[in-house]
């Protein structure tokens, strides 16, 4: 069984930085990618970003990119978000879900990942 913990939300005025992590732990742990989502009060669950775990390649949501670095570490199990410029829209609660099947490029469907962490609540005040 695959656990996935996330930790480094907070509270952060705008144009601020918060850097997530998502731990991964389980006898086997190897998935085809990881991503990064949110869900603001009252509002779907949206992709954010998304890391293929062999190669690393990235993906991300328009309204982050430039600001927000989705990163792995395939040695610790880990994937990380760093976030920067950060706007009170950006303010969710962040999980981590982890995809285990192939496919091409990374899926932004939420309904396509396996695993998923219980999320960290990230406040940007402005």
């Known amino acids: 069984q695959v656990q996935l913990v996330e930790s480094g939300g907070g509270l952060v005025q705008a144009g601020g930085s918060l850097r997530l992590s998502c731990a991964a732990s389980?006898?086997?742990?190897?998935?085809?990618?990881m991503a990064w989502f949110r869900q603001a009060p009252g509002k779907e669950r949206e992709f954010v970003a998304g890391?293929?775990?062999?190669?690393?390649?990235?993906y991300y949501i328009d309204s982050v990119k430039g600001r927000f670095t989705i990163s792995r570490d395939n040695a610790k199990n880990t994937v990380s978000l760093q976030m920067s410029s950060l706007k009170p829209e950006d303010t969710a609660v962040y999980y981590c879900?982890?995809?285990?099947?192939?496919?091409?490029?990374?899926?932004?469907?939420?309904?396509?990942?396996?695993?998923w962490g219980q999320g960290t609540q990230v406040t940007v005040s402005s």
């Open positions: 389980g006898r086997t742990f190897s998935p085809f990618a």
């Open positions: 890391i293929r775990w062999a190669e690393g390649k990235q």
């Open positions: 879900a982890a995809d285990k099947t192939v496919r091409l490029g990374v899926s932004t469907s939420s309904n396509l990942y396996t695993y």
